[in-house]
């Protein structure tokens, strides 16, 4: 497997990148507070409106690092990369794939099945672990669910089919995640998911998550040659990054539920971190932030066998092998797209 | 009549050593543009810069040295660039010019011969653009400092031949050869992109989604 270079998130919104020789050097008022040589990054993520120079983006380019620039939020706003990667034979395939409706049903109903396989393990993990302590009688209805929900995508179904399972997998998932969030009570629920804004502690920290986890996701796909933007469960539409959205999926419980979860039931992370504007939206504090990308960076240096390979990784690179994979698969290569089933 | 490439189906000469190496490997980088710089790479580029300076011309002796000569052969369909070409003129014998090509390499002589085949698809290319007879190069290392003398015969041009002919073939169907895991493997840089043992669980996934569905049976 490739090698696991770093991604360097950027938070302090008074940073400017710049290039010297073949390093970058962040410099927040004039003042230089971080240097690395550039080829041992694979990324950079700024948060709010940072300044870089064209040279350090002209360097970036050249050596295959992508610089997205979010909002604070973690909207993306712009990527700067350098010239596709990959056959576009291969992107043709994932298009002609993706206009036909049975084809994206197949695809969308494998990451479908990662992703609810994977709520389902967390749920059974949290059971195993705090079983004794709180009532669980409710997650394990869903857990069961969950099961059935996998199973019942193991057959042919319609793309509305599969959205309806997940759709309805969702909901239940989040209807009995509020009882695996065991410290912070009164500052940590979750009555359901909402994004645009966040109107809760729970949903700010999870969207944050997600949108690092999307960044990866999208890179993963330009590295291995896919066109990020054009999904099989996610249609087209403009702007959006379908395919990246796609395999986020089976990701989202294993690599941010979990961490949410661990962080505040940790005490990692506190209510005092958060900010409830005006309009109801909530918005983390800087300093959770910095605890947020803490974790997350750690995370991805944490090692696990990939089911599918049966060989250790980094957990960082787990994107990148699910992109490998189903780019083989596309390609004709393999036979099935294996998603991302974690025990 | 020997076929003709037009200007836009030549394909990179310096794919050939990746081709002679692993045919997958050329296509990872030529086809999938897949390609990550490690550390070898970029040691290997920073001695091509000191060669690698097409206004610089010199002259020891009879000998005259070009550097980043151009090059492109229309029966190889192939394109590139030689690193040095040293042209000899003797006056004693009538203006007759002697070229002779050589090739910069990083480290040391190979066991295959993948550096000899690039030099020579070289000299092929400026016989056809001179119209000229060329019937050695060097291969200079620079690990060992010492230059190597490689005769043109007609073994290894047929070699080449074969191989540009076998490049345009693949690239035409724009597939990417399927990986053959053995022992070269190990020295290939492109090994972690490449997941060389994907070849074999290729037939796992079926089996592998069985056992997801089980799982999912047992409670
Ligand atoms: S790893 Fe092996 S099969 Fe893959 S490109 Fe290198 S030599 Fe070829």
């Excluded at chain 1, 041992?40 to 700024?46: H, N, Q, S």
């Excluded at chain 1, 793309?159 to 399972?165: A, Y």
């Excluded at chain 1, 109107?199 to 890179?219: G, I, K, V």
């Amino acid at each position: 497997m490739r090698k696991m270079l770093n991604v360097l998130y950027i938070t302090n919104p008074e940073a400017y990148l710049a290039k010297d020789g073949e390093n970058l050097v962040v410099r927040v008022q004039d003042e230089e507070i971080f240097r690395t040589p550039i080829h041992y990054l694979e990324g950079i993520v700024t948060f709010g409106y940072m300044g870089a120079s064209p040279a350090l983006l002209g360097m970036c380019v050249e050596k295959g690092v992508t610089v997205s620039f979010l909002t604070a939020h973690g909207k993306h706003q712009a990527t700067v990369h350098g010239t596709p990667k990959g056959n576009v034979l291969l992107r043709r395939k994932q298009y002609r794939l993706a206009d036909s409706e049975s084809e994206s049903a197949k695809l969308a109903s494998m990451f479908i099945i990662g992703k609810i396989a994977n709520c389902r393990t967390v749920l059974r993990r949290f059971m195993s672990d705090y079983g004794d302590k709180v009532q669980i009688e409710e997650v394990d209805r869903v857990s069961k669910i969950m099961a059935r929900n996998v199973l019942r995508l193991g057959k042919e179904l319609l793309l509305d089919e599969v959205r309806g399972i997940e759709g309805e997998s969702a909901q239940m998932y989040f209807s009995v995640f509020d009882q695996l969030i065991i410290c912070h009570k009164d500052h940590f629920f979750m009555k359901g998911r909402n994004r645009r804004p966040p109107l809760d502690n729970m949903n700010a920290l999870l969207s944050f998550l997600y949108s690092l986890l999307l960044h990866e996701t999208r890179s993963a796909l330009e590295t291995v040659g896919l066109d990020p933007y054009v999904g099989f469960l996610h249609r087209d539409r403009p702007g959006r990054t379908g395919l990246a959205l796609d395999l986020m999926e089976e990701f989202r419980p294993y690599l941010v539920d979990r961490l949410a979860l661990s962080l505040i039931n940790r005490r990692q992370v506190t209510g005092d971190g958060f900010l409830k504007k005006e309009s109801g939206g909530v918005i983390m504090k800087e300093n959770v932030r910095k605890i947020v990308i803490e974790a997350w960076q750690k995370r991805k240096r944490e090692e696990i066998t990939h089911p599918f390979l049966e060989k250790k990784i980094y957990v960082g690179l787990l994107p990148y092998a699910q992109a490998l994979l189903l780019a083989r698969h596309l390609r004709g290569d393999l036979d099935r797209y294996p998603p991302f089933v974690w025990k | 009549m020997e076929k003709l490439y037009e200007e836009d189906d030549l394909l990179a000469l310096s794919g050939i050593q990746h081709f002679a190496f692993c045919e997958r490997q050329w296509g990872l980088i030529h086809v999938e543009s897949q390609w990550v710089e490690n550390v070898k790479t970029v040691e290997g580029k920073n001695m091509h810069k000191r060669v690698d300076d097409p206004y610089f011309t010199e002259t020891r002796g009879d000998v005259k040295i070009v550097r980043s000569v151009p090059l492109m052969s229309k029966t190889l369909g192939l394109y590139g660039v030689a690193d040095v070409i040293e042209i000899q003129q003797h006056d004693d014998n009538f203006g007759i010019v002697n070229y002779s090509i050589v090739e910069y390499k990083r480290g040391k002589p190979k066991a295959d011969d993948r550096d000899q085949v690039q030099l020579c698809a070289q000299a092929l290319c400026l016989e056809e653009m001179l119209a000229i007879t060329i019937n050695y190069g060097y291969l200079f290392y620079g690990e060992t400092k010492h230059r190597y003398r490689v005769e043109f015969n007609n073994c290894l041009r047929t070699r080449v031949q074969e191989l540009a002919q076998r490049m345009h073939l693949l690239f035409e169907k724009g597939q990417t050869p399927p990986a053959v895991y053995n022992k070269k493997c190990k020295n290939c840089s492109l090994f972690d992109i490449c997941v060389p043992e994907l070849s074999k669980v290729n037939k796992r996934t079926q089996k592998y989604l069985s056992r997801v569905f089980d799982d999912m049976r047992i409670e």
